[in-house]
């Protein structure tokens, strides 16, 4: 789609986000999701942005930076990223992860990661299309009563 424009996330793109999340996950929103997206919008070490079409923000990716730790040098880490069911296939995401890429790239980081849950193919797809592959690390998880 050649009318859609990238632009960083700003807190005002909450509602749409929010929108396009419970699109595809059929869940409902809380006020903390709201919030969330703000917060990630004021934060300097954030690298995310939103994809709008006709001024409607139709995808967004919401990436960080790390510090190191864990044996990683600084890297980045996408922790968020939907599009709108409607626009799902048109090269959004693609784009949105382009920017995101090129601004890590600028700031010296050489590596990129994101968790993708196993049976999510087309999640895994769509990542993989990114040339992201499996790396060193495993997913840990505590459930806490």
Request: proline share 1%; aromatic share 12%.
């Amino acid at each position: 789609m050649e009318d859609i424009v990238i632009r960083r996330l700003q807190a005002r793109d909450a509602d749409d986000i929010v929108r396009i999340r419970k699109a595809i996950t059929k869940e409902p929103s809380t006020e903390e999701h709201r919030n969330v997206i703000a917060y990630e919008a004021d934060k300097d070490d954030r690298v995310s942005f939103v994809a709008e079409h006709k001024e409607k923000v139709v995808g967004y990716m919401i990436a960080y930076i790390i510090y190191g730790g864990f044996g990683l040098e600084k890297s980045a880490w996408i922790g968020v990223f939907g599009v709108d069911p409607k626009y799902m296939g048109s090269g959004i995401g693609k784009r949105l992860a382009k920017e995101i890429f090129e601004v890590i790239t600028a700031r010296g980081i050489r590596n990129i990661f994101t968790s993708v849950r196993w049976d999510s193919t087309d999640l895994l797809s769509f990542f993989k299309s990114l040339g992201f592959d499996r790396c060193e690390f495993i997913n840990l998880k505590k459930s806490i009563d």
